[in-house]
T-cell receptor, first 114, second 110 residues
Framework: DSGVTQTPKHLITATGQRVTLRCSPR?????VYWYQQSLDQGLQFLIQ???????AKGNILERFSAQQFPDLHSELNLSSLELGDSALYFC?????????????FGEGSWLTVV | GQNIDQPTEMTATEGAIVQINCTYQ??????LFWYQQHAGEAPTFLSY????GLEEKGRFSSFLSRSKGYSYLLLKELQMKDSASYLC???????????FGIGTKLQVIP
């Protein structure tokens, strides 16, 4: 158990809908990362937050948004869902988001868009 | 931008040694991670290299050459449970943006 908690574990929804994925980082970790992993694909970096502020942005679609709250948990919002958004979404956290801090991953949220 | 290259698949025999290579191009490099990922599971941390040279940790070792933009993960005494994807990831920037390669799917055969 990495200490990073993600909910829900599985989600099935229809095209055009909106979903919210939630992540609680390890206790004390200030930095949160979101990654998308499609079937047989690598981990695509979406976005990183540090202590409530956005710090780095990857290939995140405009239909997707995220935020980190004062209690450090984070949410990833996916809207106008398309079939191609079906993937495993990982949240990860690290202590300070600085060099050398190990990144720990949650178990992921499986999203299926039908 | 960043570019991380590693072989997509490798096969090795139980008990043998395998080396998985990773080359990268990035600005603001500050370290390189290796993670192991079994299908459908979360990646788990294996190693982190920030300085040139070899870091050994049990059956697993990782090497880094910053000037060449090159790293490898060495797995010794392979076991069947080592069949997994091995992800090379580069850390860059002041707030440690971490970008992953596509991963190398290793199959260990008897």
């Amino acid at each position: 158990d990495s200490g990073v908690t993600q909910t829900p574990k599985h989600l099935i929804t229809a095209t055009g809908q909106r979903v919210t994925l939630r992540c609680s980082p390890r206790s004390g970790d200030l930095s949160v990362y979101w990654y998308q992993q499609s079937l047989d694909q690598g981990l695509q970096f979406l976005i990183q937050y540090y202590n409530g502020e956005e710090r780095a942005k990857g290939n995140i679609l405009e239909r997707f948004s995220a935020q980190q709250f004062p209690d450090l948990h984070s949410e990833l919002n996916l809207s106008s869902l398309e079939l191609g958004d079906s993937a495993l979404y990982f949240c990860a956290s690290s202590a300070y988001g600085k060099s050398g801090n190990t990144i720990y991953f949650g178990e992921g949220s499986w999203l299926t868009v039908v | 931008g960043q570019n991380i290259d590693q072989p997509t698949e490798m096969t090795a025999t139980e008990g043998a040694i395998v080396q998985i290579n990773c080359t990268y191009q990035t600005s603001g490099f500050n370290g390189l991670f290796w993670y192991q990922q079994h299908a459908g599971e979360a990646p788990t941390f294996l190693s982190y290299n920030v300085l040139d040279g070899l870091e050994e940790k049990g059956r697993f070792s990782s090497f880094l050459s910053r000037s060449k933009g090159y790293s490898y993960l060495l797995l010794k005494e392979l076991q069947m449970k080592d069949s997994a994807s091995y992800l090379c990831a580069v850390s860059s920037g002041g707030y440690q943006k971490v970008t992953f390669g596509i991963g190398t799917k290793l199959q260990v055969i008897p």
